[in-house]
Structure formats: C-alpha cells, structure tokens
C-alpha cells in the first residue's frame, strides 16, 4: 500500500492521503505503551488509527491532541486501541481534555484503563473532547 507521501504526489489531497495511506513503515501499528502518566505515555500520532499493545507489564498510551499540528488528530477521526498484553493499558488524555466513556463522568489525565483483551474506541469531539467506547 502506498504512503502518504506517494498519494500526495498523485495528487490527491494531504488530509485525505493521511487518512487512506499504509502507515506502517512510519508508524508503529505496535507503540510500545509506557510511563505512568500522560506525560511520560507514548503518545499516539494523529494518523495512528488502529493500535494495539502485547506488552506483559502493561503501560500507559496518550490521545493526540486535537488541531494545531500535522501529527494531531482532526475533528471526528477515530481511533481504537487493541490490548492483547497481559497487563492493563492505560490510555490517557492531554491536559485539558476530557474523554467521556460510555456515559461514565468525564476522564481526563487519570486515563481510562483497558484490560487484556478489551478494546478502546475513542473520537475525537472537538478540542477538548473525546467520546469513547470500552469494550
């Protein structure tokens, strides 16, 4: 599958090369989930749609913020996060943002835990927003 890069040089729109393009030789499909808060996680880049972790000690992943960047997240894209780990992951939110799991108070830095085998669905509201789905 083509980069981003090719796609761009095909012609096509850079917001749309980002999201159709194979990432995965730029991007770690696999991060390595890590530290113990959000400043300390690995923080997932803004075309990384579908991630995963195997880690055994599980780990913390960060959300990307929202606008502002060429690694962030845009409005209304969506992520999910696959934990095949043996340990929980982790998945935190920026300072200042909230992600709202299905219909439980507001989550902000304390993050949202994901037990082994369980997946984590999370889109982007607006800036300060994040609705979310465990599962």
């Given at each position: ?41 690995t ?17 913390w ?52 835990t ?22």
């Amino acid at each position: 599958m083509a980069t981003d890069q090719d796609l761009m040089g095909f012609g096509l729109n850079a917001f749309a090369a980002s999201r159709l393009a194979d990432s995965s030789s730029t991007q770690a499909i696999t991060p390595a989930a890590s530290g113990s808060t959000y400043a300390t996680s690995t923080i997932l880049q803004g075309n990384q749609f579908f991630t995963y972790s195997t880690a055994a000690t599980g780990g913390w992943i960060g959300l990307p913020v929202v606008g502002g960047s060429d690694n962030a997240a845009r409005i209304a894209d969506d992520f999910t996060f696959l934990n095949l780990g043996a340990g929980a992951v982790t998945v935190a939110c920026p300072t200042g943002v909230t992600l709202w799991l299905s219909g439980t108070a507001g989550i902000t830095t304390a993050g949202a835990t994901v037990a082994k085998g369980h997946t984590l669905q999370f889109i982007a509201a607006n800036t300060t927003n994040w609705a979310g789905f465990l599962g």
